[in-house]
């Protein structure tokens, strides 16, 4: 089986500028890519430091999983994110083994990706996604 390589940090914010404006001046971290992604309710912002990438989530309408984990949880580390080369493959390995996927079938992400998630209950805790670039 793959090690699955790191391909971002999640953080829900309440506002982007003003989050961005404490990575950038704690991290030195650079914009690298802005976008709103209606299939999950959110716009979002990529940071880069270094070789890492951190995404910053801010909820567009209160449907959005993201305003809620707001308003139930505050701020904070909303998921983790690991990249496949092989998306349709891992969900139904991550599937039969067990742990509780929360999409049939990948959905189009952030940056042209296709991502599914794992329930945190199943992770100990952490929403994992599972991203794979579509082209
Ligand atoms: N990390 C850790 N724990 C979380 C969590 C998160 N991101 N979101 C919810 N939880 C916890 C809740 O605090 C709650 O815990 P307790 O039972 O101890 O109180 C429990 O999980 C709730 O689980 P639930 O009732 O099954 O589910 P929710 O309605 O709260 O939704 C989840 C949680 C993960 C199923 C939902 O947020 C989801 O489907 N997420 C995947 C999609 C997503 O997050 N999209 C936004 C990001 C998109 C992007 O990156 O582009």
């Known amino acids: 089986m793959k ?8 953080v829900a914010v309440r506002n ?16 690298l890519h ?28 209160e449907s959005s999983a993201v305003a809620k984990f ?6 904070g580390l909303h998921h983790i994110a690991f990249a496949v080369e ?4 891992e969900l139904s390995r991550m599937k039969n083994a067990g742990y509780q996927v929360l999409q049939e079938e990948p959905v189009p992400g952030a940056m042209d990706k296709l991502v599914f998630f794992i ?14 670039p579509r082209s």
């Not at 090690?3 to 999640?10: A, Q, Y």
């Not at 199943?122 to 994992?128: A, D, H, N």
Request: aromatic share 2%; hydrophobic share 35%; with cysteine.
């Open 86 to 89: 092989n998306i349709h493959q």
């Open 70 to 75: 707001l308003e139930k949880r505050g701020e």
């Open 3 to 10: 090690n699955l390589p790191l391909d971002h940090i999640g």
């Open 34 to 61: 802005d976008e709103i992604v209606p299939s999950q309710k959110v716009k979002v912002r990529f940071l880069k430091h270094n070789n890492t990438k951190t995404e910053l989530l801010e909820a567009t309408e």
């Open 16 to 31: 982007i500028e003003e989050a961005t404006r404490k990575y950038q001046e704690l991290l030195g971290a650079e914009i």
């Open 119 to 132: 329930h945190p209950k199943s992770v100990g805790g952490i929403l994992v996604e599972i991203c794979q």
